[in-house]
């Protein structure tokens, strides 16, 4: 059953309007028509299924039947803080940590950062950022989309988890050559941070920095990752050792 998202959903009130790209895509892609069925989903994680009343082009209203009850959720908090990288690649980086099942994304501008932009330009990338995530949910039949918060720089990024005493937090650095990250996955907190630099790395002085707020420095190994790439293989390997592709 096809899967369609919007802010807010109500169940006392019984039905729902889908608005704006989702009116359209229901109308005039799918083509789909009074009595078929959908399931609704919005940002708090509510999950309906629904059956369409009314189609048009702006506007399709449904009403809601039955929720959907989705299988217990991991027991951990896993934040993706992630260098702003270039458009393509960041864009692999929401959709595939969404798809392993990343609470949050926060996306900052480190020394290193390529891509600057103005306030105006990152806010448009992170509505971007925000529909790939909410596609990502409907994809994979996660029942929330990953949260994306707004681009922040390095600085205000360390500060904000500085304080944080009980939460995992892990910095990848190619040039951290004592600790692999599988010494410090050895039991699930409740929440676990990994920052990830962008296409040229982070400088020794960010290291140090993100050190001295509480992040342990680790590499992924000998290889030489891309950012995209480690960010998700970062996510894999979390949800492997704690999460839901766990072995056993």
């Known amino acids: 059953m096809r ?9 006392e009130q019984g039905f729902c309007s889908i608005i704006k790209d989702e009116a359209r895509h229901i109308s005039k892609v799918l083509r789909m028509k009074k009595g078929d069925s959908l399931i609704l989903m919005d ?14 082009p702006q506007k399709v209203i449904v009403s809601l039947k039955s929720p959907v009850v989705f299988p217990e959720r991991q027991s951990f908090e896993l ?6 990288i270039k458009s393509h690649s960041m864009d692999y980086v929401i959709q595939k940590t969404s798809e392993l099942g990343v609470d949050t994304v926060i996306p900052f501008c480190s020394e290193r950062t390529i891509v600057r932009l103005d306030e105006n330009g990152y806010h448009k990338r992170v509505g971007r950022w ?8 409907k994809q994979c039949r996660r029942p929330v989309p990953a949260k994306i918060e707004p681009v922040i720089s390095f600085d205000t990024l360390v500060k904000q988890f500085n304080d944080d005493k009980d939460v995992l937090k892990i ?3 190619e040039r951290e050559d004592s600790r692999h ?12 941070v990994g920052m990830i630099g962008p296409e040229g790395g982070f400088t020794k002085s960010e ?3 993100a050190k001295e707020a509480g992040f342990i420095a680790v590499s ?3 290889r030489i990752l891309r950012s995209e790439t480690a960010a998700t293989v970062f996510a894999a390997i979390v949800q492997y050792e704690f999460g839901d592709l766990s072995a056993g």
Do not use: H
């Not at 940002?43 to 048009?56: A, H, K, M, T």
């Not at 934040?79 to 702003?84: F, T, Y």
């Open 171 to 173: 910095i990848l650095w």
């Open 79 to 84: 934040v993706i803080c992630q260098s702003v």
């Open 130 to 137: 925000q529909r790939i995530s909410q596609n990502s949910a």
């Open 207 to 209: 290291v140090e920095t």
């Open 43 to 56: 940002q708090d994680g509510l999950n309906f299924r629904s059956v369409i009343e009314y189609v048009s």
């Open 181 to 192: 990250i599988k010494a410090v996955l050895k039991s699930m907190p409740e929440k676990i």
């Open 220 to 222: 992924l190994g000998a």
């Open 3 to 11: 899967r369609f998202f919007v802010k807010k959903i109500y169940p």
